[in-house]
């Protein structure tokens, strides 16, 4: 079946710092891929997504490119800010009713 | 438009007692969706619907149940809680025309 494999978080890093947060996948055919974010005590919001290969998705600073030859959607940012602290969920839908999510990264961004 | 709502936020149960989580969309969404959130374990499918009428098992459906009787909203009943149920559960719709879902922001169930 579908699956999806985050990096293990904490991820922790200085203001202004790079982020990468990696996702690869398993799935037949053509999924389409997203990220989520869900900040301390809230909902998951939809963060980015791609639907189909070699799109980059793209929204608050933060890219990720569908890559079908690795499989992987990993997510990127320039310069982090604190108020990115949240906990990121890589997920994909391959033509089905159910998103598949990975187990989540966790960052923590100190000023 | 308020989006996803979930009523409660909070509640704390005995074990055996029952209740009914509401999650109510105002977007006109077919698809609607309940997860549980557990830590170190993400997002669990428990049940989904895709439209008024109808529901469907997911990942983890035992000790729930659901109903959609009017497209808008969507219940998740446990009928004799256990303390393996207290969790974060999350509400989520969509339409038809995509695949992206928008989440409410929680419920706390604690089971004692």
């Known amino acids: 079946g579908d699956s999806v494999t985050q990096m293990e978080g904490p991820v922790t890093l200085s203001e202004e710092a790079f982020l990468t947060i990696n996702c690869t996948y398993t799935a037949t055919g053509y999924p389409s891929l997203f990220w989520y974010v869900q900040y301390p005590g809230e909902g998951l919001q939809l963060l980015l997504k791609?639907?189909?290969?070699?799109d980059k998705g793209s929204n608050k600073g933060f890219e990720a490119t569908y890559r079908k030859e690795t499989t992987s959607f990993h997510l990127e940012k320039g310069s982090v800010q604190v108020s990115d602290s949240a906990v990121y969920f890589c997920?994909?839908?391959?033509?089905?009713?159910?998103?598949?999510f990975g187990g989540g990264t966790r960052l923590m961004v100190k000023p | 438009n308020a989006g996803v709502t979930q009523t409660p936020k909070f509640r704390v149960l005995k074990t055996g007692q029952s209740m009914t989580l509401l999650c109510a969309q105002d977007?006109?969404?077919?698809?609607m969706y309940w997860y549980r959130q557990d830590p170190g374990m993400g997002l669990r499918l428990i049940h989904y619907?895709?439209?008024?009428?109808?529901?469907a098992k997911g990942e983890v459906p035992d000790g729930y149940n659901v109903s959609r009787l009017k497209k808008q909203n969507f219940l998740l009943g446990l009928e004799s809680a256990a303390p393996s149920q207290t969790s974060v559960y999350f509400c989520a719709s969509r339409t038809s025309a995509t695949y992206e879902q928008y989440f409410g922001p929680g419920t706390r169930l604690t089971v004692t």
């Open positions: 619907s895709v439209g008024e009428g109808t529901t």
């Open positions: 977007m006109n969404h077919e698809y």
């Open positions: 997920a994909l839908n391959n033509a089905g009713n159910m998103l598949t």
């Open positions: 791609a639907t189909k290969a070699d």
